[in-house]
């Protein structure tokens, strides 16, 4: 061990060392066993010195060589599996713009699968069908659309028909709100 | 950044060894505390054990929001009265601050838990130091006495005494290692 070593050991102690010395110095504990037992006495004089004494023994306990086992067993920490503060993410204004045509598309997306849903030939799917306010909901099982002479007249009935069904009620409330569709006339 | 902070970095960057350092840094001073506690050293110790253990598996979570040494603290402080909750001692009533604790050295009702062997041991050893610093020459003797009893910085002894930072550094091995030849004596661990 020289002097060189035994000195930076002596700074480790006084917390006065960083970066590639203080990884020298942790290599240099790790590697030999005498650097590590001077180590032990240099922390443990300064710990008398300043009174921590109720456990003073003859030498000093090495608690991390008695650890050094159960902490072969505990993970290696990676820095990215840290546990992470809540940050504000901030996006460009390109991606919002993105964004709010995505959404867009996917609006007009879903009007097209009401209107194509609401086709004669489309049978499959139930809708539900007006019975009388406040009462609960029946399903229709088939879906038979009215017959409008005039398509313009038509183009507003599918708007109200969606526009109602958007605002007839929120989660929840199903059971007691009203979905129009297209049904059968009576 | 302060060494703890840099040592609990890289623990977290995943070199186990610096754990290593920090464990030595603060085992004495643990040791310490917990013996406030549980009384018996080789109960103290195991308990110093699983505070360090807890520390580790703790240590992703950390912050830095305070000093590594008083999330520490708390942990010790934890596993001390979880330790005789569980032997179902009680534990103290008053709950001890983080700043406080070096205080409660001096507390007599901790103070009586001292065994006569450990005391004497202590005496030995301070008295020994002392020895040792008194036969320094006056420089280096200040540079220790300015470092461990006023707790001042390399920088600040530098200013202090008016000599570059690697002198004092210099100065403060000279001094331990002196030191270390008279405790490494009372120790039987002759060179």
């Known amino acids: 061990m020289t002097v060189n070593h035994r000195e930076m050991l002596s700074a480790l102690v006084d917390g006065q060392l960083q970066g590639q010395e203080l990884t020298q110095a942790i290599d240099y504990l790790n590697s030999d066993p005498s650097a590590r037992a001077e180590y032990l006495r240099m922390q443990y004089t300064s710990d008398v010195m300043h009174g921590y004494t109720r456990s003073v023994t003859e030498r000093p306990a090495d608690l991390a060589a008695r650890l050094s086992a159960v902490l072969a067993d505990e993970p290696v920490y990676r820095q990215n599996a840290l546990l992470a503060k809540a940050k504000v993410l901030t996006f460009p204004k390109t991606f919002w713009k993105q964004a709010t045509g995505l959404a867009m598309a996917a609006s007009v997306g879903a009007l097209a699968v009401v209107g194509v849903m609401n086709q004669p030939d489309y049978q499959t799917t139930p809708m539900a069908s007006v019975v009388n306010s406040g009462n609960v909901v029946q399903v229709a099982t088939e879906v038979n659309r009215w017959t409008v002479g005039e398509p313009e007249i038509e183009d507003r009935l599918n708007n109200y028909l969606v526009d109602h069904n958007e605002y007839a009620g929120g989660a929840g409330m199903f059971s007691y709100g009203r979905v129009v569709s297209y049904g059968t006339e009576q | ?135 320094l020459p006056e420089d280096t003797a200040t540079a220790i006495k300015l470092r461990e009893f006023e707790g001042m910085s390399y920088e600040e002894i530098a200013q202090a005494m008016d000599c570059p930072i690697g002198t004092v550094r210099s100065r403060i091995f000279r001094a331990r290692e002196a030191i270390d030849k008279q405790v490494k004596s009372i120790m039987g661990e002759e060179d």
């Open chain 2, 1 to 135: 950044m302060s060494i703890d902070q840099e040592l609990v970095k890289r623990v977290q960057a995943g070199d186990k060894k610096a754990f290593d350092v920090l464990i030595i840094k603060y085992q004495q001073r643990i040791i310490h505390v917990i013996t406030g506690f549980v009384h018996d050293p080789v109960e103290a110790m195991d308990v110093a054990q699983e505070a360090f253990i807890k520390a580790y598996r703790a240590l992703p979570g950390f912050r830095g929001d305070s000093a590594f040494y008083t999330w520490l603290y708390r942990i010790a402080i934890n596993t001390s009265k979880n330790y005789l909750t569980a032997s179902s001692r009680r534990p103290p009533m008053s709950d001890v601050d983080a700043m406080d604790a070096t205080n409660y050295y001096d507390a007599p009702e901790l103070k009586e838990f001292e065994t006569p062997e450990n005391s004497l041991m202590s005496m030995e050893l301070e008295q020994a130091i002392q020895l040792a610093i008194d036969n």
